[in-house]
């Protein structure tokens, strides 16, 4: 994706305005999404109320998979205040289905899980963000990687074979990797176009890319998790 770079002055001068308070927000909304899924999923597990919910989970996962796919493909064309929304209302849907692991993970590997996704996806969103190499070249291949995770997880689902629940799991876990990576350059170039266009009162369009990336890095987290604990937990 060809973006115009700001010359170094005006860079500075937006990154003092813009591009700190831009980035800001991005991991803000991404936090307060998993922190509310994990409060969610967390209440159900301890209540009791996810046995009790099983039978609608699965319309659950539905309207998330729908909801997600609504938001990718409208998140620019409605207000700010509306994508927040549904962007806290697909966390809550996410948090149900979360409490699940809570049934086939004991809680010291979910926590160990929690911390070595933590550990790499803090430094891949460092290396996203600083680095000088354009990973829109990657685009193509985390495109088809993701495609083909998808598809070899539904295939598995009827084959039932050990050795390809692996081969995902541990694809899954480069993918979602690469994917921090990629998503955080994303997120930095979407704020270095707010500062070139002078948008620093701007609420509405900052509110919006950051809407967008708190998204983005949102499922790159829970994913990368959610791989991670396959492994950790050894089943």
Known sequence: MDIY???PQAKA???????????????LWMTLGLITS???????????????????????????????????????????????????????LNGMTLSTVFYWASLSNI???????????????IVGYTTEIDLSRFRGILLMGLIGLIVASVVNLFLASSALYWLVTYAGVILFVGLT??????????????????????????????????LKLYLDFVNLFLYILRIVNNR
């Open 181 to 214: 990576a990629y998503d955080t350059q994303w997120i930095k170039r979407q704020a270095e176009v707010l500062e070139i266009q002078g948008v620093n009162s701007g609420a509405a369009a900052v509110r919006q890319v950051a809407i967008i990336g708190a």
């Open 38 to 92: 994990a409060v969610v999923a967390g209440f159900l597990a301890t209540t009791g109320l996810t046995a009790a919910l099983a039978p609608v989970l699965m319309i659950v996962m539905l309207v998330e998979v729908g909801l997600v796919w609504y938001l990718a493909a409208r998140l620019t064309k409605i207000s700010p205040q509306r994508a927040t929304t549904l962007f806290m209302v697909y966390a809550v």
């Open 5 to 7: 770079r700001p010359q």
């Open 111 to 125: 926590s160990l899980a929690l911390f070595a996704t933590g550990a790499m996806f803090a430094a891949m969103s």
């Open 13 to 27: 001068l937006g990154e003092r305005i813009n591009m700190r308070s831009v980035m800001q927000q991005v991991y």
